[in-house]
């Protein structure tokens, strides 16, 4: 069983879009996902957190049992913050919209990130 977490525009789910800069979304889409069924949709309102506080989204996602994240882009903090807490960072930074991003994903034609496509400065 995956949990995957999606940044999403209010008000998250399926239909909505994604949010660009992922520690600063309005809220997560969760999926749990059984092979390529997915079997719950639940939307996570994102917590506030100044800058540097990458890991406010980081943590939340972890106590909400989510094992992997679809992002457009991150920090090297946040991403090394994922990878402790064993959530799998996957990248896609194309698709504006949630559902073609988990369709995709589901076919196993999202990557995981790679370092050299991490974000400078303030992302996260």
């Known amino acids: 069983m995956i949990r995957l977490a999606i940044p999403s525009v209010h008000p998250g789910g399926l239909d909505a879009n994604r949010a660009g800069h992922f520690g600063h979304c309005d809220a997560f889409t969760i999926l749990e996902v059984d092979g390529t069924d997915i079997l719950k949709v639940e939307i996570l309102a994102n917590q506030e957190h100044s800058q540097g506080g990458c890991m406010v989204p980081v943590n939340l996602l972890r106590s909400n049992n989510v094992n992997a994240i679809i992002v457009g882009g991150i920090g090297m903090r946040p991403l090394m913050g994922f ?3 064993g959530i799998d960072v996957y990248h896609e930074a194309t698709e504006p919209r949630i559902r073609p991003v988990v369709e995709q ?3 196993g034609r999202v990557p995981l990130i790679s370092e050299d496509q ?3 400065g303030a992302a996260g």
Do not use: N
């Open 105 to 107: 994903w589901l076919e």
């Open 83 to 85: 990878r402790q807490v």
């Open 118 to 120: 991490v974000c400078g």
